[in-house]
């Protein structure tokens, strides 16, 4: 009895391996049909992009300039390292696990592959960058507004205290 228990158990024990194996290879080729990796590297170009736009108001030397590239250039080097694909990787594959089923996965496998999931893939990025223009121009008009209503938090917290005393 006891052997045939162990065999169940190591039966049960391989078709988990199996599976997990098997959903890794599905989360592997996904991934590679997503082309996460440069996908990452999109990100950082535009979030360089986004800060470029930002700093465009502010008026610099060319001495000030030239120091803030180099810290620039140091701050992507820092990102590209510590937040890597390969870094990511390992902890994105458990974010799908946890709210993708197997199924789920093997159908986005199948979709990507198909001529409006590769469409979807090359347009996406595009659409991302232009969806974050939208938002920088939306968040620098509300900049002044949000400004304004500190200054006028702080100025009251000050009558507040000034109160008090």
């Given amino acids: 009895m006891k052997k045939i228990s162990m065999l169940i158990a190591l039966l049960f024990a391989f078709n988990v391996c199996g599976q997990d194996s098997k959903e890794q290879d ?16 999109t990100m950082y170009d535009q979030m360089g992009a986004m800060f470029s736009d930002f700093e465009q108001d502010v008026e610099m030397s060319s001495e000030e300039a030239a120091l803030r590239d180099k810290h620039r250039k140091q701050q992507t080097n820092i990102m590209k390292t510590e937040m890597s ?13 946890q709210n993708f089923t197997e199924n789920e996965i093997a ?24 969806s974050m223009q939208i938002s920088q121009v939306m968040a620098q008009k509300m900049i002044p507004k949000l400004q304004e209503l500190f200054k006028r938090q702080m100025q009251e917290i000050k009558e507040l205290r000034e109160s008090s005393k």
């Fill in 107 to 130: 159908d986005m496998l199948v979709f990507y592959k198909s001529p409006t999931g590769q469409s979807v893939l090359r347009t996406m990025p595009v659409v991302m960058q232009e």
């Fill in 85 to 97: 694909w390969d870094a990511m990787k390992v902890d994105l594959k458990q974010v799908y696990r």
């Fill in 26 to 41: 599905n989360l592997d080729k996904l991934f590679e049909l997503m082309n996460m990796d440069s996908m990452i590297n």
